[in-house]
Structures are given as C-alpha cells and as structure tokens.
C-alpha cells in the first residue's frame, strides 16, 4: 500500500504541544487550533495547505513556521481530522489532553475548543439561521454553553463521568452538524452542476 492511501493518524495532543513550545507559541493551545480546523471543516470549508499553514500561524500569532516538521504536523492533524469526519466509522476524536491530566486542565481545554470550533465554523460565513435546521442551531447553542464551562468547579473529582458524557455530546454534535452542513453543501454543487449546461447555452 502506498503511502498515499494509508490512514493519516491524529498527531497527539503533547507532540502538537511540543510543536507550540518549539515554534514559540504561548497565545494558545493544541485544542484551540484543532477546535478552530474542525469548526472550518464543520461548516464545508476545505482548506489548501498553504491556507491551512497561514491561518494556524495567524492563530498562533507567529509570521512562519521555523521547522519543517511543523508544517507536516499540522497538514496531518487536518487531513487526519477532516478523514474522520467523513468516515462512516463515526472515528472522529477531539485533540485534548490526557486523561491522565488534571480533570481542571481537560475542562479547561474542553471549553477552550468548543470556543475555537463555534469561531472556525462562524468564519466560514456559509450558513445563517435560515439555512440551518433547528437541531443545528440548538447544536451550536448548546456548545456555546460549553465553551463557557468553568476549570473551578467544586469537586473537580467527581465530575470525571460529567466530563466524559460532555466530551462524547461534543463529538457526536460535531459529527451531527458536519453531516448536515456538508450535506447541503454537496446537494447545492449538485445542483449547479445540472443547471450549468442550460445556462451555456444561453450564450
């Protein structure tokens, strides 16, 4: 099998950490970015590489990547994403810390992503109230709240099944709104395509 037609796996969140420190990055997080990519690929947008590698430096408030292996990292992170969205397996996955981190520092991240994917998707600027079904919107809604949730609550602990049914709800309002949205997207192209040759022969 050529490399082309293998399976691009999800960069883990402390080698895009790594990534961050070695690029000087202090303004945001691995979950940010990816939050941010999947929010554009949500929406339909597809993103060329050079695209891709200005606006993660634009969110990173960097001029250019120093290494190479920056840049290769994070196309991954992209086509490995937007490969899971599309996927029937439902395999899609958020880029967050370790469970094994502190439930704080997940909540924390957690919030920081929904933040990113609403912007992501709200960047793109395809879809207004009107072209979104109602579940869609109560969607976004939901993950609006979400994005607000707080890193102090109390008994941080006990939240550990909280955090994971929130997590999953997330995943799954993603892949929900990918599927619609690129939906449209495709029936809206499909539609163009059976009009264009009438309109040809207009001229």
């Given at each position: 099998m050529s490399s082309e037609n293998m399976p691009i796996d999800l960069p883990g969140f402390?080698?895009?950490?790594?990534?961050?420190?070695?690029?000087?990055?202090?303004?945001v997080s691995p979950a940010e970015l990816?939050?941010?990519?999947?929010?554009?690929?949500?929406?339909?947008?597809?993103?060329?590489?050079?695209?891709?590698?200005?606006?993660?430096?634009?969110?990173?408030?960097?001029?250019?990547?120093?290494?190479?292996?920056?840049?290769?990292?994070?196309?991954?992170?992209?086509?490995a994403s937007c490969n899971a969205l599309e996927?029937?397996?439902l395999e899609f996955e958020m880029l967050l810390p370790d469970d094994d981190d502190e439930i704080s520092i997940r909540v924390e991240a957690l919030g920081r992503w929904c933040q990113s994917f609403l912007s992501g998707f709200g960047l793109y600027g395809q879809h207004t109230d009107a072209s979104l079904s109602a579940e869609a919107k109560e969607t976004l809604n939901d993950l609006g709240q979400i994005a607000q949730i707080?890193?102090?609550?109390?008994?941080?602990?006990?939240?550990?099944?909280?955090?994971m049914e929130v997590q999953e709800y997330v995943r799954m309002?993603?892949?929900?709104?990918?599927t619609e949205?690129?939906?449209a997207i495709a029936d809206k192209e499909k539609e163009f395509a059976a009009v264009k040759p009438e309109s040809n022969r207009l001229h």
């Open positions: 402390e080698l895009l950490a790594n990534i961050f420190v070695e690029e000087g990055v202090k303004v990816h939050g941010l990519l999947t929010g554009h690929l949500a929406a339909g947008a597809r993103l060329q590489p050079a695209v891709l590698l200005q606006t993660a430096c634009e969110l990173m408030d960097i001029n250019s990547f120093a290494q190479e292996s920056s840049k290769v990292a994070l196309i991954d992170l992209y086509n996927s029937i397996d707080s890193a102090d609550l109390e008994d941080l602990d006990e939240n550990e099944n909280d955090l309002a993603v892949l929900m709104l990918f949205c690129n939906k």
